[in-house]
């Protein structure tokens, strides 16, 4: 099982929103790195769910609940993510960035993704300043 991380613009479609819907199709991804990140998700894979924009945080743990299919007809592809849970508290990009442990994190070093595997120690790490 691996672990990503899928930034959202929460006044576009937000955390609450994916609860409310009880899943959604992740599409739409331009990136050609974001998107070879969509290609390699697998079936019960997690995702962080961070709000960018104004909130700049993660809030929820999400599950793909289905592979990459096409998006289109230029070879870019989408996945569907389900809601897990919430974490118990969100967790500010300041409190990541000013976290040693994470100082190599994907999302940390190129921002501008949509999508960015998160490593196992890196998501420990993560959980731990979320309260789990």
Do not use: C
């Not at 969509?38 to 592979?67: C, E, N, P, Q």
């Not at 990459?68 to 230029?74: C, I, K, N, Q």
């Not at 999302?107 to 999508?115: I, T």
């Amino acid at each position: 099982m691996a672990n990503w991380l899928l930034k959202s613009e929460p006044d576009s479609y937000g955390w609450d929103d994916l609860v409310r819907d009880g899943g959604t199709e992740w599409d739409g991804v331009r990136n050609h790195a974001a998107a070879g990140h969509l290609r390699a998700m697998a079936l019960g894979d997690r995702a962080l769910f961070y709000h960018s924009g104004k909130d700049k945080a993660a809030v929820g743990v999400a599950r793909i609940a289905r592979t990459a299919r096409p998006d289109g007809d230029e070879g870019w592809v989408s996945v569907r993510v389900e809601p897990d849970h919430a974490l118990p508290r969100a967790v500010p990009l300041k409190a990541m960035k000013a976290e040693d442990a994470l100082q190599e994190m994907a999302m940390l070093r190129q921002s501008r993704l949509s999508v960015s595997p998160v490593t196992d120690w890196e998501w420990a790490v993560l959980m731990q300043l979320a309260g789990e």
